[in-house]
């Protein structure tokens, strides 16, 4: 989950456009703008955010222009000394655009040192319990309009074919995506392996994800097709 990793979104979900109209409004020193939306173009995610003059060398030199940012979690990989409220300023400043990352506990079949509970009740109340954490993190980032219309991507990591973990894992994301509805809603995606993470399961779920994130090592940047993914209309997807 750390390995920098590119991607190209092809489908615009309605509403993150139209939020997209306010996110990079002018804002105050600390301020980071809520709201967001999809970004067309180049990315790249580290597992610890970069210096800011690092930033604007990769900005200056690079053809990347938003940056995958893993804001929290128990399963985050590495400390992050520089994200700060003024680093996400700094770095929208420059002209960076952000993809905000929860990584939180996997499923419950894993070997992970945090885990989805087995039990489906447990597991819904422990995903609105992290996208609680994530809201506040976003806080703390600075966000301003208390993170409005916000898109925040929950990392979800590949794991065995097992029916009960598979059903663990659904109820989880829906308690994430239900607990960043409630206002100041947020908007609620995910991240994985396409076919590992079984991201075709969320769209069967009473309430899915606004989102997806799919990886997916075809070497293809279309979304028009993804291995083990029906793409449905109004879901976003990258690879």
Sequence with gaps: MHAMRSSSIATLLSSLVLASSTMFAAQSAYAYPGGGGAFNGKGFDTCAAPSTSQMQAWWTNTPWSWIGVYIGGSVRGCSQPNLTASWMNT??????????????????????????????????????????????????????????????????????NDASCRAAVKSFMQGWVDQLAVAPAQQSGVYGSACGSYLSDFATIARPPQFIWAANWDSNTSTSVLSCVTVLPGLITSV
């Design 91 to 160: 770095t929208n400043t420059q002209g960076w655009r952000h993809t905000l990352i929860w990584v939180g506990p996997q499923a419950p079949c894993t070997t992970f040192s945090s885990r989805i509970s087995s039990d489906t009740a447990t597991a819904l109340h422990q995903g609105k319990d992290e996208a609680v954490k994530a809201y506040n993190a976003l806080i703390a980032l600075g966000f301003t309009n208390s993170a409005a219309n916000t898109p925040v991507v929950y990392d979800m990591e590949a794991y065995p």
